[in-house]
């Protein structure tokens, strides 16, 4: 595959999320000019506020501090184990050549790489 290639798809690309822009935009002012909607969405504005507050109120006492940081640090665990586990499997990919792999209960899963462009 040429960069000739990878260079135009990505202007079809590009090109083609300029068109989804325009047309959310489209039915975003279809809906901005609809008087019952923009009443419905201020009431459910008002409601998410009064949410929000008690949420706020809520977080702030001491045993949800502490469950609100035994999850943090269970998420944070668990991203660094996945990374560490994706590094392992590629590994696994480039020593064995095979794209399946079992797990501890006899399953087998099939390897998916994702590769994308980052600036």
């Given at each position: 595959m040429s960069q000739d290639?990878?260079?135009?798809?990505?202007?079809?690309?590009?090109d083609l999320e300029d068109e989804k822009d325009k047309i959310a935009k489209a039915k975003q002012d279809f809906l901005d000019n609809d008087e019952h909607y923009i009443q419905l969405k201020d009431k459910n504005t008002l409601h998410r506020e009064a949410c929000k507050i008690l949420k706020e109120q809520i977080e702030e006492k001491a045993h949800v501090k502490e469950i609100t940081m035994q999850l943090k640090d269970k998420v944070k665990e668990i991203k660094e184990l996945k990374e560490v586990l994706s590094q392992e499997l590629a590994d696994y990919y480039r020593n064995e050549?095979?794209?399946?792999?079992e797990d501890e209960e006899g399953n087998i899963k099939r390897l998916k790489f994702n590769v994308s462009l980052v600036n």
């Open positions: 290639l990878i260079s135009r798809r990505l202007k079809v690309i590009r050549g095979t794209m399946q792999i």
